[in-house]
Nanobody
């Protein structure tokens, strides 16, 4: 059973970089042929997919956020990390990390579902 846990600061100032880490247990992120995603839910809105890093280290990002987003991994710690640059108050949301097989995505690369998801962490962007 795959389990995910998000960690990172709950408050970030505007224009700074938001950094979150997801620690994965129940299987190595390298050999488990899963796609490891970051998603978020702003207050009063639905889930928004941010991007993923897959088992090979390849990444893909949501077009609206691509210019500000980087997802990387530390295989020795079985973790993957989100960096979102130049944040504004509109980036305030509950951030989740998630994982699942290729079947969690449509053929066009858009996410269909998330087989496993962390409990989420609130991040507020405010001065």
């Amino acid at each position: 059973q795959v389990q995910l846990q998000e960690s990172g600061p709950g408050l970030v100032k505007p224009s700074q970089t938001l950094s979150l880490t997801c620690t994965v247990s129940g299987g190595p992120i390298v050999t488990t042929r899963y796609y490891w995603s970051w998603i978020r839910q702003p207050p009063g809105k639905g889930l928004e997919w941010i991007g993923y890093i897959d088992f090979s280290g390849s990444t893909d990002y949501s077009p609206p956020l691509k210019s500000r987003t980087s997802i990387s991994r530390d295989t020795s710690k079985n973790q993957f990390t989100l960096q979102l640059r130049s944040v504004t108050p509109e980036d305030t949301a509950v951030y989740y990390c998630a994982g699942g097989p290729q079947g969690d995505f449509y053929s066009d690369g858009k996410p269909r579902t998330f087989s496993y998801r962390g409990q989420g962490t609130q991040v507020t962007v405010s001065s």
